[in-house]
């Protein structure tokens, strides 16, 4: 009787083995057919449920890249898809791809920014991406902004660097108008504000005023400068 149990058993493990075996040939098989990008994406999925929408876009995403396999926006569509969902290295590696194809891409370089800023905590890395994006894109104010919060907060050290960054801004875009956009001088004032060089900081300031009359705390900040001369 116990051999006889024996042999059912012995069968059953066989039986189990030969399907699992199975099993796995034939998702091997099936896996096969996709490429390396469409297996990662399929491995995303089953961690990353996503909306309708996103599904959507993704799909689309995936279907242009079949075609043209360094589409930049498609290669956004899916890093934007995964910053949305958190998967940060996988956003990041997406970043990277689009900008293999085109460096200069704006939202690559100022989503990369802030994924190395607020995931990684890689500061130096946030800050080369901002520095690209404004090298491209000079007229970009949010870019200076968030180099010159990341210069003063996390890298201090760096953050002289930014006077002649501004100044550079200023001169740049005065090549197209004869002045530049006020945040650029109001951006400039704080800085002299900031490293005590108060009668620069005065000049920028009222530059700024002159062009927007209104603002109060460009007002404000002028007087308590002037109290400390």
């Given at each position: 009787?116990d051999r006889?149990?024996?042999?059912?058993?012995?069968s059953?493990?066989?039986?189990?083995?030969?399907?699992?075996?199975?099993?796995?040939?034939?998702?091997?098989?099936?896996?096969?057919?996709?490429?390396?990008?469409?297996?990662d994406?399929?491995?995303?999925?089953?961690?990353?449920?996503?909306?309708?929408?996103?599904?959507?876009?993704?799909?689309?995403?995936?279907?242009?890249?079949r075609?043209k396999?360094?589409?930049?926006?498609a290669?956004?569509?899916?890093?934007?898809?995964?910053?949305?969902v958190?998967?940060?290295?996988?956003?990041?590696?997406?970043y990277?791809?689009?900008?293999?194809?085109q460096?200069?891409?704006?939202v690559a370089?100022?989503?990369?920014?802030?994924?190395?800023?607020?995931?990684?905590?890689?500061?130096?890395?946030?800050?080369?991406?901002?520095?690209?994006?404004?090298?491209?894109?000079?007229?970009?104010?949010?870019?200076?902004?968030?180099?010159?919060?990341?210069y003063?907060?996390?890298?201090?050290?760096?953050y002289?660097?930014m006077?002649?960054?501004?100044?550079?801004?200023?001169?740049?875009?005065?090549?197209?108008?004869?002045?530049a956009?006020?945040?650029f001088?109001s951006?400039?004032?704080?800085?002299?504000?900031?490293v005590?060089?108060?009668?620069?900081?005065?000049?920028?300031?009222e530059?700024a005023?002159?062009?927007m009359?209104g603002?109060?705390?460009?007002?404000?900040?002028?007087?308590?400068?002037?109290?400390?001369?």
């Amino acid at each position: 009787m116990d051999r006889e149990y024996r042999k059912v058993v012995i069968s059953i493990i066989v039986i189990v083995i030969i399907i699992v075996g199975i099993g796995i040939f034939w998702k091997y098989k099936q896996e096969s057919k996709f490429s390396p990008l469409e297996r990662d994406l399929i491995s995303f999925l089953e961690k990353h449920p996503l909306s309708e929408g996103d599904q959507a876009k993704l799909n689309n995403a995936i279907n242009i890249l079949r075609e043209k396999p360094k589409d930049v926006s498609a290669l956004i569509t899916i890093a934007e898809i995964r910053q949305k969902v958190k998967d940060v290295d996988g956003s990041i590696e997406f970043y990277l791809k689009a900008l293999e194809v085109q460096p200069t891409n704006v939202v690559a370089l100022n989503n990369l920014a802030d994924l190395y800023d607020h995931q990684k905590k890689e500061y130096e890395k946030s800050a080369e991406m901002y520095l690209r994006s404004i090298e491209n894109t000079p007229e970009q104010i949010s870019a200076y902004q968030s180099l010159m919060y990341i210069y003063q907060h996390r890298l201090p050290e760096k953050y002289p660097d930014m006077e002649q960054i501004l100044l550079t801004a200023i001169e740049k875009n005065t090549d197209i108008s004869e002045y530049a956009p006020v945040d650029f001088y109001s951006m400039l004032g704080d800085f002299y504000a900031n490293v005590d060089e108060i009668n620069k900081a005065i000049k920028y300031y009222e530059i700024a005023l002159g062009l927007m009359p209104g603002d109060e705390s460009v007002k404000i900040k002028i007087e308590r400068l002037k109290e400390l001369k």
